[in-house]
């Protein structure tokens, strides 16, 4: 069992930058390839990134390559999202999530609670 706790969301003005964390409990983590999706209101949760057990093979949506990276750190139990030249766009709840490498929130087993991300033009 894998429970996920995540910080670092808040109100950023457009140009701006957060990074993301989710910690992890249990000493099962690295077994885990990992991934952020969002969700804005009304709409659908969407894939943002996924990494695999080490942290060499990610996978990056369309809308966030060049601004956002994804990585681990195994030791630390703990996964991030550096988020930079945010966009009004990238207002969501941010979700981490654990269990699989896809771009489909289906096959992930585990979930963290969301964080709030507001970007304000």
């Known amino acids: 069992q894998v429970q996920l706790v995540e910080s670092g969301g808040g109100l950023v003005q457009a140009g701006g930058s957060l990074r993301l964390s989710c910690a992890a409990s249990?000493?099962?983590?690295?077994?885990?390839?990992m991934g952020w999706f969002r969700q804005a209101p009304g709409k659908e949760r969407e894939f943002v990134a996924t990494?695999?057990?080490?942290?060499?093979?990610?996978i990056y949506a369309d809308s966030v390559k060049g601004r956002f990276t994804i990585s681990r750190d195994n030791a630390k139990n703990t996964l991030y999202l550096q988020m930079n030249s945010l966009k009004p766009e990238d207002t969501a709840v941010y979700y981490c999530?654990?269990?699989?490498?896809?771009?489909?929130?289906?096959?992930?087993?585990?979930w963290g609670q969301g964080t709030q991300v507001t970007v304000s033009s």
């Open positions: 249990g000493r099962t983590f690295s077994r885990y390839a």
């Open positions: 999530a654990a269990g699989g490498f896809t771009t489909t929130p289906y096959e992930y087993i585990y």
């Open positions: 990494i695999g057990w080490i942290g060499a093979s990610t």
